[in-house]
């Protein structure tokens, strides 16, 4: 990528965007002085990339449920051996969890910081789809959650080949839609050895958004969480990205067909529920990056019709789909190095 970062703007969108106005709490606001982000390095990675990992993933390994998915196993397994390649010190884990108690997995990256190599900025997302039950199923499950998933093998691709002064901790768990259960066993599990997290930045249902006509949405874990975040995201996303503020829209303009306004939200405490959240309940500082507002917004939420195709037609374009992807991946991507920086 060049010197400076390509931001990337509308195309191809067939409704008409409103000209999004500036948000209340961004007036008179004095960020703290945070790394200049000119002088970080760029990630060799690109939206247009991305995307095509996505559909080559999602189309390798389309039935992840956990203990009915053929391709639960191989895909914890590829996502291990490729994060291996990338000089991560890979394991999978298998715990016992639930209620009966099944099986789950954790596909557990690190690569070793410089200067904190104890303290971790984790990158989390969920591998596995929904079974059927009678409320849905999903056979690719490209946007929930193949999109985070993918996200994750980009971060590790990136950070392969950038110095961080923490470590970098990729996480990637099964069983997220039978109630978080992988996460949950594991954030308990390292939180009672003392594991050092700084920030958990969670993946799911990523890359529809600005420029497609609805939010880019960050949240964050507690109220508590958003003096820390609130600034950082400012400053990464308005300051520096130049992305436009949305407050994510509300009812009938969230939801496909009808959004009429892209941009990048901070939303506020956290109302997605996904691995995060597992963190957020062990105490630790937490962002989580999503597209739409409301996981019932994306018209193929856990639906068997829920894939790449499927995404770029409510993006609008391939191309706005590759735009929204980079710009979420950009925007966690320079939270990340200002967190590493702190």
């Known amino acids: 990528m060049p010197s400076k970062p390509r931001f990337l703007a509308l195309v191809a969108v067939t409704a008409t965007l409103v000209a999004p106005v500036a948000l209340p709490a961004q007036a008179a606001r004095k960020a703290p002085r945070y790394v200049d982000l000119d002088t970080v390095a760029k990630p060799p990675v690109t939206g247009a990339e991305i995307v095509a990992g996505l559909e080559d993933f999602v189309e390798r390994f389309p039935l992840r449920q956990n203990t009915v998915g053929r391709d639960n196993v191989a895909a914890a397994e590829f996502l291990a051996g490729e994060a291996k390649e990338s000089g991560f010190k890979v394991r999978i884990l298998e715990l016992e969890a639930g ?13 070793r910081g410089t200067t904190k190599p104890d303290n971790w900025l984790a990158f989390v997302a969920h591998y596995d789809t929904v079974a059927p039950d009678g409320a849905g199923a999903t056979v690719q499950g490209a946007y929930d959650d193949g999109s985070g998933t993918n ?3 980009y971060f590790g691709k990136a950070f392969s080949k950038i110095k961080t002064k923490h470590s970098i901790a990729l996480l990637w768990f099964d069983a997220e839609e039978n109630g978080l259960l992988a996460s949950r066993a594991y954030a ?5 050895k003392g594991q050092k997290i700084d920030a958990v930045l969670g993946f799911d249902m990523t890359g529809i958004g600005y420029p497609a006509p609805y939010c880019i949405c960050v949240y964050y874990g507690t109220l508590d969480d958003g003096a820390k975040a609130v600034p950082i995201l400012e400053h990464v996303n308005y300051d520096y990205m130049k992305l436009p503020p949305s407050d994510g829209g509300s009812g009938r303009e969230t939801t496909w067909p009808f959004g009429v306004e892209g941009g990048l939200c901070i939303c506020g405490p956290n109302i ?5 959240r597992s963190f957020a309940a062990e105490g630790y500082f937490s962002m989580r990056w999503t597209g739409m507002r409301e996981a019932s917004d994306y018209p193929g939420y856990h639906q068997p019709w829920d894939t790449v195709a499927l995404m770029e037609q409510v993006a609008g374009s391939r191309a706005n789909l590759e735009a929204g992807t980079e710009n979420t991946f950009l925007s966690a991507y320079y939270s990340a190095m200002v967190l590493d920086n702190l």
């Open 99 to 111: 209620t009966p108690t099944r099986t789950v997995r954790v596909v557990e990256a690190i690569k």
């Open 188 to 192: 308990e599990m390292v939180a009672e």
């Open 272 to 276: 997605r529920n996904s691995d995060e």
């Open 151 to 153: 996200f994750l093998r």
